[in-house]
């Protein structure tokens, strides 16, 4: 287990590595500069600026700078953001993030695989055609449409909750968007939850497990559960990794100061240093999730072995 | 030799009396303000702010040599005074004696100076520091040629502050209550570097101070108790929020968590006037919206005819009337109307019945060499929003029907199209949208200098550029008028664009928030509103 854990976290680096080239340059290769605006600036302050920001350097010097500076943990000023480093900005955004998106994945996952799982074991009944006709409704609806009919409905009809805001994560100001955050995923989880259970339902173990007389509560819960979880856990690590990182969608809609906002305007803006920062971060996190994923699939499945 | 501009300074001060004395005493407990203010600031630096946002709050945080009052007239704001020489070349700006700092200091005229200075000085990166061109030297100065200290500003004591300018410039007291020309506490610049702007930390010379900045969430400024006219303010707070969305504002505001918006939603309009009557304020402003030709590239060079046939066969009115919707205003002039000292100049066919007009531009689309049988195939190019494709689709309907022009629809990102539209390479006809910085002519007339760095038309006009020389050295005021007015006509006659709508600004403002006047530059002091019992 210990090789297995050190062989994957070797891994992970190269991936990075070449996470971050295509990143860097792919940007530079986008028409227009960070500070292109519609006025022309004189060549003297043009000059400044690039001088100030390290643009006037060789594209690989600016990369090598960037990759040292990055060793130390040095993401770099923001360019649209003039008074803040995009440390600074990540350091404000994530923890609003992670507290909506980890909220929202953690009730996804648990009502999404009670939905499931009653779906699967009354198959084909009234019970499961309405879950599943939810959780399609679920699916299908995208958030930019979810989201403003809950505002519409609680917030400016009803009144009972805010229309946006952060408010420092005050617990009304957190409902609407972790609901609208949360449902589809509730959605996706259990249809997922659904089909992997009725597959293990008919696999041998349960049959045995049934034969020998167990209750059903305890053949569910205690035998068919872990081995159904698994497509649900490979689902949920670059899942949470996707959410913790902020949904633009969410963030735009509510007002919401979370890291995902920062990934749009910042490749809108070509601030490099900022859409560089946000790209390393998700990439770190996508790749701690995956491992994660990995470790807890070996704990739950004992034909894998390493 | 100075002449007392009495005259100006006593209408300033009747008009800004009045406004104090017009508040009643009606007041809601709580006077806090929340303020919908689109994107969120790039930076609280005046010197290097730019957009619509940021000035919003420093205009809030800090006073220029001058300020305006709620209709958007010029008046006294860090100088109580000052006099103008003779040849309009030198001001005196007298600074209040009791204007202090935030943390109690007092401004001097030095202040400006170090603020000035250091706007123009090539290492502060300043985006918009050109504006600052009409004062001595600066323009040198930006472009490295000249050192800062030889710009045109001297304190000749603590209080007096002179200024002498290139050239007469009859915007400039206009011009110095733009950012750019704020003064900056030297002390903290000096201590905190580029963090000086954090809260905590910021000075301010304005009604209000730095309280609380949390990006993308809200900023918010707090009553400055030093601030010289102190006892004036009302509002003892400003909350403002960054909301890029427009529909997201419009629930905010509906479910009363914002008092004045930044914009509204277009296509929410009819539903506005219709749910929210008396709410909605629209105010003409300094903008126009128009299409531009490459006249270094075929088919719109060397086409003079072409040009004028497909300007000619645009209805403004129906685009202002079914597409924009809003009140903006159909245009067929460069210059927006208001603009001080200036009579709006219009095409030639302004007047000429519809149907009539038409007629012409088939006429002018022929001799151009198009016919039915052999159309005309042309591009549109625009960055991508919602309203421009509604209007680039209306546009090439009535090219369509009118004249039986092709036309390709191309949007790009806004840096991309940017990029191209500069370059004049891929351009055929493309979209544009001018602002002006400060209420005159010459911020719209300079875009169309064969060397400015806007004129994506490529528009090389001798002449042209000879008549905006001369206005920018002309102190005589109606002089000045009559040849930018003259320059104008010049550059319609050559159809080196072709206007399309002026712009208006348009706000939500709730009914109990008071003393909001509208202006053409949509500028609102906070200081200037309160909230009365609701």
């Given at each position: 287990m210990l090789r297995f854990t050190l062989r994957r976290f070797l891994g992970a680096w190269p991936t990075l590595l070449i996470l971050m080239t295509l990143a860097f340059f792919m940007m530079r290769a986008?028409?227009?500069?960070?500070?292109?605006?519609?006025k022309t600036l004189p060549p003297e302050i043009q000059a400044n600026l690039d001088k100030k920001y390290h643009l006037d350097e060789p594209l690989l010097k600016q990369y090598g700078r960037y990759l040292l500076d990055l060793a130390q943990g040095d993401f770099g000023p923001s360019f649209q953001y003039k008074d803040y480093s995009v440390n600074e900005l990540i350091a404000q955004g994530f923890p609003v993030s992670l507290r909506l998106g980890g909220t929202a994945i953690l009730l996804a996952f648990f009502i999404g695989c009670l939905l499931g799982t009653i779906a699967a074991i009354r198959q084909n009944t009234a019970t499961d055609y309405t879950v599943m006709a939810a959780a399609m409704t679920g699916i299908s609806i995208p958030n930019f449409v979810l989201a403003p009919l809950l505002i519409l409905l609680?917030?400016?009809?009803?009144?009972?909750?805010?229309?946006?805001?952060?408010?420092?994560?005050a617990l009304l100001n957190t409902i609407l968007p972790i609901t609208a955050l949360t449902l589809p995923y509730v959605a996706y989880i259990s249809r997922l939850m659904r089909s992997s259970m009725i597959e293990v339902l008919r696999s041998n173990p349960i049959r045995t497990a049934r034969a020998k007389g167990l209750p059903e509560h305890t053949v569910i819960l205690?035998?068919?559960?872990k081995p159904a979880l698994l497509p649900v856990i490979s689902f949920l690590g670059p899942a949470t990794a996707g959410i913790i990182t902020g949904s633009v969608v969410i963030e735009q809609i509510f007002g919401i100061p979370g890291i995902g906002r920062f990934f749009v305007q910042g490749a809108l803006n070509r601030d490099y240093t900022l859409v560089m920062g946000v790209v390393v971060f998700y990439g770190i996190l996508i790749i701690a999730f995956n491992f994660i994923v990995d470790v807890v699939y070996a704990l739950l499945d004992p034909k894998i072995r390493y | 030799m100075l002449k007392k501009c009495c005259v100006v300074l006593i209408v300033c001060l009747i008009s800004f009396t009045q406004a104090s004395f017009a508040?009643?005493?009606?007041?809601?407990e709580k006077q806090i303000l929340r303020r919908g203010n689109?994107?969120?600031?790039?930076?609280?630096?005046p010197h290097k702010a730019e957009g619509v946002p940021a000035s919003n709050i420093l205009r809030d945080l800090y006073e220029g040599l001058t300020i305006e009052s709620p209709d958007g007239k010029v008046i006294p704001g860090a100088a109580e005074s000052w006099e103008i020489s003779d040849d309009g070349k030198m001001y005196t700006f007298h600074i209040r004696k009791n204007a202090r700092w935030s943390n109690g200091d007092p401004v001097t005229a030095e202040d400006f100076v170090y603020g000035l200075r250091r706007s123009v000085?090539?290492?502060?990166?300043?985006?918009?520091?050109?504006?600052?061109?009409?004062?001595?030297n600066a323009e040198d100065i930006i472009s490295g040629k000249?050192?800062?200290?030889?710009?045109?500003?001297?304190?000749?004591?603590?209080h007096t502050l002179k200024i002498t300018l290139k050239a007469a410039t009859p915007y400039l007291l206009g011009l110095l209550?733009?950012?750019?020309t704020y003064p900056v506490h030297r002390g903290s610049v000096e201590q905190?570097?580029?963090?000086?702007?954090r809260p905590g930390k910021l000075v301010s010379n304005g009604a209000y101070k730095l309280k609380e900045w949390k990006v993308q969430s809200q900023i918010v400024v707090q009553r400055n108790?030093?601030?010289?006219?102190?006892?004036?303010?009302?509002?003892?707070q400003v909350i403002y929020l960054p909301i890029e969305e427009s529909s997201a504002e419009l629930k905010r505001y509906r479910a009363g968590?914002?008092?004045?918006?930044?914009?509204?939603p277009t296509n929410q309009y009819s539903w506005i006037m219709k749910?929210?009557?008396?709410e909605l304020h629209v105010t003409p402003t300094l903008g126009t919206y128009y299409y531009g030709f490459n006249?270094?590239?075929?088919?719109?060079?060397?086409n003079l005819k072409l040009r004028q046939a497909l300007s000619m066969a645009v209805d403004r009115e129906i685009l202002t009337e079914?597409?924009?919707?809003?009140?903006e205003i159909p245009a067929y002039g460069w210059v927006p109307p208001g603009v001080n000292n200036y009579s709006s100049q219009s095409l030639d066919?302004?007047?000429?019945?519809k149907a009539e007009r038409i007629k012409k531009a088939q006429q002018l689309y022929q001799q151009a060499g198009?016919?039915?049988?052999n159309p005309l195939t042309v591009e549109i190019r625009y960055n991508t929003s919602e309203n421009h494709k509604k209007i680039a689709v209306g546009i090439s309907a009535m090219w369509k029907k009118n004249l039986g022009i092709r036309t390709k629809l191309i949007n790009e990102e806004w840096k991309v199209f940017l990029e191209n539209r500069k370059q004049k390479?891929?351009?055929e006809a493309f979209r544009g949208g001018w602002i002006g910085d400060?209420?005159?002519a010459f911020t719209f007339s300079e875009?169309?200098?064969?060397?400015?760095?806007?004129n994506d038309s490529g528009y090389n006009s001798p002449e042209y550029d000879k008549l905006l020389e001369q206005a920018a050295t002309e102190s005589d005021l109606d002089k000045r008028r009559s040849i930018l007015e003259s320059a104008e006509r010049l550059l319609l006659k050559d159809h080196a664009i072709m206007p399309l709508y002026f712009y208006v600004t348009k706000h939500l403002i709730k009914p109990?928030?008071?003393g909001y006047q509208p202006n053409i530059l949509d500028h609102t002091y906070s200081k200037n509103l309160w909230i009365s019992k609701h």
């Open positions: 986008a028409p227009g500069g960070p500070f292109d605006t519609e609680f917030a400016v009809h009803l009144g009972w909750l805010p229309a946006g805001g952060w408010n420092d994560g205690r035998h068919a559960m | 508040k009643p005493g009606n007041l809601a689109g994107s969120e600031v790039q930076t609280l630096d000085d090539p290492a502060t990166g300043s985006q918009y520091s050109q504006i600052l061109a009409p004062i001595l000249k050192p800062v200290a030889s710009m045109g500003v001297e304190a000749v004591d603590d209550n733009h950012s750019t905190h570097g580029e963090q000086f702007s108790p030093m601030y010289w006219d102190n006892d004036n303010t009302i509002i003892e968590e914002l008092d004045i918006t930044g914009g509204i749910n929210l009557p008396g006249l270094t590239r075929p088919p719109f060079k060397d079914k597409i924009t919707k809003a009140g066919y302004a007047k000429m019945p198009y016919s039915r049988g390479k891929l351009t400060y209420n005159d875009l169309m200098q064969s060397d400015h760095g806007i109990y928030v008071k």
